[in-house]
């Protein structure tokens, strides 16, 4: 082992759909934010996050956690702001839950590659 193994862990860059692995957790983050273009991704996203939600060690259940909360509740959010469109004020809720969705995925990301666990996966804010 080469002291570039030591200072750089692999986990950084590995993405994995082994449940509850840090590879896993991560390519369900990558793949909330690539939902964002491709319909249909964020379902099959919270779908690894939901199987992964019991496995692998505080740190992954914490994210998995987190993650599970991110796509109920921008669900929630986008349904409200689509009730309220007819005010014309749900396009602005549904614009800002696009930011709220991805500063979550971001600072859970963040978190991740600091080997942090999720800080407020059931909250509503940030």
Known sequence: ??????????????????????????????????????????????????????????LTRSHAANQISIFWHSMVYVLIGLVLTYFLFGVLLIMASIIWYMLRNVRGLQALAANRPAENPQSWLF
């Open 1 to 58: 082992m080469s002291q570039d193994d030591v200072l750089k862990p692999h986990s950084v860059t590995h993405l994995s759909l082994t449940p509850g692995t840090p590879g896993q957790v991560r390519l369900v983050y990558w793949a909330f934010l690539l939902g964002l273009l491709v319909p249909g991704l964020n379902v099959i996203a919270a779908a690894l996050a939901w199987r992964a939600r019991n496995t692998g060690d505080h």
